[in-house]
């Protein structure tokens, strides 16, 4: 989407208007706050800029514009976002020519909503397989909610209902719905009961077809093959209904199987997804990650369930974000135990769900030997990417397994940690580096005009170095002119994102930026001349190197003085000399 696109739909969208329809706002004269929708608070530090289109929360530290608040807040994609302030004010987005692929998608997703409503109209006349699912406890409402059908037991009938409803040929064969034999297509999906799978925003994008007796042939469960539409361990059953449950209840319960998901949702548990009985992934659990930062694992209890609850409890750790395993009789599943002890009985199983560290410890069949277990979970630790989470995952290993954290620490390589946890504690906040940061993020337009002035080596504190840096290389292929524009950059680490909205604030004083460059460029030279007095004493002996030191210091004196006879700095020039 073109940039003048997404900037008619952001001046089309009034921030405040847009926010206001999300969350309760106050006017206090100019002012527009309001309780910060990303964290809880009591006072109000949610800021609302009107005229620079942009919010800030001076709690958390929050900040964006009218689209990442969507984004945000709804736990949708930037474009999602972006389509759904278009349609709020009314702008077309589709008249801009579309790709064939696109073309090509939205034909793939009409032929998956047609073969549902096909399968959920079989279901009405086929009477032994909706006593099956009632039998199975599955009630009329559940079956709507998540249009659960039947494929005919039959080689053609998805086919010619297709093919009927005009679908061509090359598209059915595309579609992962049939197979192909001796040139000719044939249904996939036969006698089975169908779960479709929809994505994040409630488009059909595969189904998932089960048996309906065990002596039934072709496996327990087919799935959809990979489509254009359809990537395998990309998707989670139920998320599209429970993302906003789980959001709200702060965690989400992981399960294996369609059933096990449908018989938690009817007992009150809505914060809960399926895996589609496939190991959890990577990208799943970025997906997760949108609305909870905190996963149970409700895997079936035999001993392949808790294998696989391990292998996800390791990689949700891996992305940095908490895992516990709630652990059922080894004869149940979800589904099964619902049924025989009710929802309160596996609420205290969940309640009392524990973290992979130490379910290991407590694992007698995974595992060995002790030395297999703090292996295993040291790998895990090598493998995560946040320092702060190692130190974390360290400390709960060495207090759990009762062995000291010097140990752990020496089997990490090629650097100790807790060097590089010391190397942070060491950086300092240099007020003056921080008010210059201020300025030009809120000023982005006059960032080239500073960095004309201003060196890298300038910073003392490595984190405004670093940031500055990257806000060089921003500008450099990004016209950025106003703040709320720092918002749009989807092509930047959103880390970055996020430390560029630690600055934003109403309040910088651009009065005082000349004096604050002059005063770290006055730093700069002493540390220059400082480090030439320690290379004289180092070098005295040799003549040559002596005066082409004193040389170099003369000059830097020079330059010093210069900017102390300026007016502007001449005060802070004075101090910084006497220090």
């Avoid at 099956?132 to 599955?138: A, E, N, S």
Wanted: aromatic share 10%; charged share 30%; net charge neutral.
């Amino acid at each position: 989407m073109e940039d003048r696109l997404i900037q008619e739909i952001k001046d089309s969208n009034d921030i405040v208007d847009v926010i206001s329809s999300y969350i309760p706002v106050i006017r206090k004269g100019n002012a527009v706050m309001a309780r910060c929708p990303f964290h809880e608070e009591k006072t109000p530090s949610f800021r609302i800029n009107e005229s620079g289109q942009y919010f800030k929360c001076f709690g958390c530290g929050k900040g964006g514009n009218v689209i990442t608040f969507v984004r945000d807040y709804e736990h949708i994609t930037f474009m999602e976002a972006v389509e759904k302030l278009a349609n709020r004010a009314g702008i077309s987005i589709s008249s801009a020519p579309k790709s064939k692929k696109r073309s090509k998608t939205e034909l793939l997703l009409n032929v998956y909503q047609m073969a549902k409503d096909f399968f959920v109209n079989n279901l009405k006349f086929e009477t032994k397989v909706y006593e099956y699912l009632q039998k199975r406890g599955l009630s009329l409402e559940t079956l709507k909610k998540f249009e659960i059908g039947y494929a005919l037991d039959s080689f053609n009938g998805l086919q010619n209902y297709l093919k009927r409803n005009n679908i061509n040929q090359n598209i059915l064969e595309n579609s992962g719905l049939f197979g192909k034999k001796n040139d000719r297509l044939y249904d996939i999906f036969r006698n089975r009961i169908m779960f479709p799978i929809h994505s994040l925003n409630g488009k059909i994008v595969a189904f998932g077809g089960r048996v309906l007796s065990p002596d039934q042939g072709g496996g327990k469960y087919i799935n959809s093959p990979t489509t254009d539409i359809y990537h395998k361990g990309d998707q989670l059953y139920g998320l599209h209904l429970t993302k906003y449950e789980i959001s709200k209840k702060k965690y989400v319960l992981i399960s294996e199987g369609y059933l096990d998901f449908l018989r938690l949702y009817e007992n009150g548990f809505t914060n809960s997804v399926a895996s589609l009985g496939t190991s959890l992934t990577e990208k799943q659990v970025k997906l997760l990650s949108r609305y909870t930062e905190k996963f149970i694992l409700l895997y079936d209890g035999d001993n392949a369930g808790q294998k696989a609850a391990v292998r996800a409890s390791s990689i949700i750790i891996k992305e940095g974000y908490s895992a516990e395993i709630a652990v059922l009789p080894s004869e149940e599943d979800p589904d099964s135990y619902l049924i025989k002890y009710g929802k309160d009985d596996l609420q205290k199983i969940i309640d009392n769900a524990v973290p992979l560290i130490e379910f290991v410890k407590k694992d007698q069949k995974q595992f060995s030997s002790q030395r297999q277990k703090i292996e295993f979970l040291m790998e895990i630790v090598r493998e995560n990417s946040d320092n702060l989470t190692k130190d974390l995952l360290i400390k709960a290993i060495s207090e759990t397994f009762r062995i000291s954290e010097n140990s752990l620490f020496s089997v990490l390589k090629p650097k100790n940690l807790r060097m590089q946890k010391q190397e942070k504690l060491k950086l300092k906040d240099h007020s003056e580096e921080r008010t210059l940061m201020e300025f030009i993020i809120n000023s982005p337009n006059l960032i080239k005009n500073v960095a004309e002035r201003v060196k890298p080596d300038y910073f003392l504190n490595e984190i405004y170095k670093k940031l500055f840096i990257e806000l060089l290389k921003i500008t450099e292929t990004h016209k950025i002119e106003s703040v709320s524009e720092w918002f749009d950059l989807q092509d930047v680490d959103k880390k970055i994102i996020d430390q560029i909205s630690e600055f934003i604030t109403d309040n910088y004083g651009n009065e005082i930026i000349d004096e604050i460059i002059n005063s770290m460029y006055i730093r700069k030279i002493k540390l220059d001349i400082k480090n030439i007095n320690n290379k004289i004493m180092l070098f005295g002996d040799n003549i040559e190197m002596f005066k082409a030191l004193i040389k170099e210091k003369e000059d830097l004196k020079n330059q010093l003085n210069e900017i102390i006879d300026s007016p502007s700095t001449q005060f802070i020039a004075q101090r910084g000399l006497n220090e």
